[in-house]
Every structure is written in C-alpha cells, then in structure tokens.
C-alpha cells in the first residue's frame, strides 16, 4: 500500500472536503472526536448541527434567524454531512483504489461550526484492501452499492427525513454529493477522471439514486438533479441564488 501519509496528503490537495484523517479501530473515541453514528442514533446531536448550520446560514445571508426555515437548514446539514463523508471515500478508492469501512459507527467526526469538519476513518490493512484486478469500477460499485447507499448513504437520508424534510430532496443531496466529489475528484487527477466518473455512474444507477438526477452526456455535459436542495429560500435580501445543479436552473 502507498505511504499512508503521502496518500492523505494527494486527496487533501484535492480540496477541504477530502482531507481525512485515520484512526484505529480499537481506540477508545476521545473528545473532541465522536462517532458520525450519533447523528443517527440521538436526534439531540442531528437536532445540535441544523441549529448550527441554521445560525451559519442566517449569517452569509443576512437574514434573521426566523427568516431561514428550519428544514432549509436540515437539508444543508444533511447535504454537509453526506458529502464530507463520501469526498475522502470515493478518493481514497478511485485514487487508491482502498475500499475504507463507510457504517457511520466506524467514521469520527469533530463537528465544528463552519466549513470541513475534521473527519477520521479506518484504512483497511494491506490484505483487505480492495484492489482492483483488470475488473471495471461498475463491478466495485455494484458491491458497494448494500455497504454504501443502502448503509450509510440510506441512514442519513432517514435521519433528516424524520425531520420534517422530503426524501426526495434528500437523495437529490446524495446524487449531489457523489457528483460534486467525482468532478472534483477528476479535475485534480485527471488520469483518474475516466475511473472517477464510471464509479459515480454507478452509484446513481442504484435503485435509490436512479431518478434523482440527470446526466445530460457523457460526463462533460452538466449535471443535473431532479430536486432543490431549497437553499434558494435562505437567499440574502433581494437575490434568489440557486446551485448550479438544480432543477430550478432549468426554469
């Protein structure tokens, strides 16, 4: 296996949202480290983040507080949370080709207040991990595809669904996710960009994320999701901002 330092250090370059660091499975979880499960497990700590995120919105926008709806922050929370979880995922395995445990009770997180929060997962050790042998990456995501989006990926559009927000709007997040961190991903190593795009491919075709966006092309065209991730309604006084993979960019 690759250094392991020097392969954090190539995906960190790739962008703050893949930075990561790694931790033993047998180690005792210390503050300011917690499982990302709890976000899951206790409403309380999902509850502790949309506040945040809520406040941080309220912010950048200039708005009073009581002006951002609380599922507008739900939605932007679950949107951080699932794409800071799978920007070090997918690089570390199309970059790497390491396959990292991704059950939200085996990655830590520091949940700080604004931009990438410190996150840490466990690297498989040299004969676990998933290399890949002359197979396609489509194969890789066709196995990913119980462990990912109907583990992690699935619990997390549950936990903010409980919250008074759409699943629908929520697996547009996922589709979002998987598709910012693949271009990212392709625009740093372009040797890897063709890999990069054939695996979240895949993972939009599984059943969940199949009607969730739209690939208009063979990866150069834009994406687009079928959804709104509604933070158009926290817009600042006088704007309407709106991503540049809504569905409302068509309207």
């Not at 945040?52 to 926008?61: K, P």
Request: glycine residues 6%; aromatic residues 4%.
């Amino acid at each position: 296996m690759t250094d392991e330092g020097a392969m954090l250090n190539e995906i960190a370059a790739l962008g703050p949202l893949f930075a990561v660091e790694t931790h033993d499975p047998a180690s005792a979880v210390a503050l300011p480290w917690r499982r990302l499960s709890d976000v899951i497990d206790h409403q309380d700590v999902l509850l502790d983040r949309v506040g945040v995120i809520r406040a941080y919105v309220a912010s950048v926008a200039g708005l009073p507080l009581e002006l951002v709806e609380p599922r507008v922050a739900v939605s932007v929370a679950h949107l951080g949370l699932t794409a800071r979880l799978l920007s070090p995922v997918l690089a570390l395995l199309t970059v790497f080709e390491v396959a990292v445990p991704t059950a939200l009770d085996s990655v830590r997180w520091q949940p700080t207040a604004q931009g990438a929060f410190p996150l840490s997962v466990q690297l498989p050790a040299a004969s676990a991990t998933l290399l890949m042998q002359g197979g396609p990456r489509s194969q890789l995501a066709t196995r990913w595809r119980v462990a990912l989006v109907d583990g992690p990926l699935r619990d997390l559009v549950e936990a903010a669904a409980a919250l008074s927000v759409s699943r629908r709007v929520l697996w547009g997040n996922v589709a979002s996710a998987i598709n910012g961190s693949v271009e990212a991903i392709a625009a740093g190593s372009p040797a890897r960009a063709e890999a990069a795009r054939e695996l979240g491919a895949a993972l939009l075709d599984q059943p969940s994320l199949k009607d969730s966006s739209v690939r208009m092309g063979n990866g150069t065209a834009p994406f687009r999701r079928r959804s709104c991730c509604l933070i158009y309604r926290a817009s600042p006084r006088g704007e309407k901002s709106i991503c540049g993979d809504c569905v409302l960019a068509t309207r």
